[in-house]
């Protein structure tokens, strides 16, 4: 590796600086520090030319070579960051702890941005997914499935697992910051949220007694809630029940998948 390229080396477990990026491993970590990694060279260059603000650190292998463009394109991309923007270079070791998903590329670290607490007494605006998946990748790979229908705002429910935790943003890959984000309530407070008259809608939500989705007309604005793994969606008579015709003797789909097929339905259905 050239070395000129490099801000700071790391060789030890003990160092402070790897002690908190290993924190960020969890999803404590990353709400105490405020970071989070994004592994996978898509992900890293979309994320630097998207949102290069939110940029803090490269994150290399010492026993690779990484290409001295990408270096310099971040530096570039970076210029006007506080704090500055660095390239740190960690032990194999290291790195590999880091790189739970086993990508072998450079890790970007990013400063996690503001989620602002969702205004639910105000009308969707578009298609906004109230989501309440507790699996990280679930979540990432319906980060991944929002910015690609078209989802306005993605607002994550208290059940929601983090998603900057590294199997949601893995998941998601370079989508993780593409769409809108907001946190909202429990789910469960929802359906007095809706008969109280806070909680606007229309409020749509999967399940398999619910109407046909196939022959559902779409409304330009709303609000799509996918419910908690295993658990589903709470009851109330202020939503709309949608169902995914399938083959007899199958109990359900998967929360991402369903979800996956009822945006594409949406975004069909939307387009003029």
Request: hydrophobic residues 45%; aromatic residues 4%; contains cysteine.
């Amino acid at each position: 590796m050239n070395l000129s390229l490099v801000d700071k080396m790391i060789a030890s477990s003990s160092n402070s600086i790897f002690a908190d990026w290993r924190d960020l491993l969890q999803s404590k970590g990353i709400k105490k520090h405020g970071l989070f990694f994004i592994a996978g060279e898509r992900a890293v260059r979309d994320t630097l030319e998207r949102v290069p603000q939110l940029a803090r650190s490269l994150v290399v292998c010492a026993d690779q070579e990484i290409p001295a463009e990408l270096i310099e394109r971040a530096r570039e991309l970076t210029t006007g960051n506080e704090p500055r923007f660095s390239v740190i270079s960690l032990a194999k070791p290291l790195f590999d702890e880091l790189d739970v998903s086993g990508t072998h590329a450079p890790l970007l670290l990013a400063k996690t941005p503001e989620v602002p607490t969702a205004r639910l007494e105000d009308p969707p605006q578009g298609l906004e997914l109230m989501c309440a998946l507790g699996d990280p990748a679930n979540v990432g790979a319906v980060l991944r499935s929002a910015a690609a229908f078209g989802v306005s705002k993605v607002i994550l429910l208290k059940e929601c697992a983090s998603p900057f935790h590294p199997k949601a943003v893995r998941a998601a890959s370079a989508a993780t910051l593409l769409t809108p984000l907001a946190r909202g309530p429990s789910i469960q407070e929802l359906p007095k949220l809706a008969s109280d008259g806070v909680l606007h809608g229309p409020i749509l939500a999967l399940d398999m007694q619910g109407k046909d989705l196939g022959g559902f007309e779409w409304p330009t604005s709303a609000r799509l809630l996918v419910g908690e793994e295993g658990q589903g969606v709470p009851s109330s008579t202020k939503f709309v029940f949608l169902s995914i015709p399938m083959a007899t003797g199958i109990e359900s789909l998967n929360a991402t998948i369903a979800a996956s097929i009822a945006l594409f339905a949406s975004q069909r259905s939307r387009r003029p």
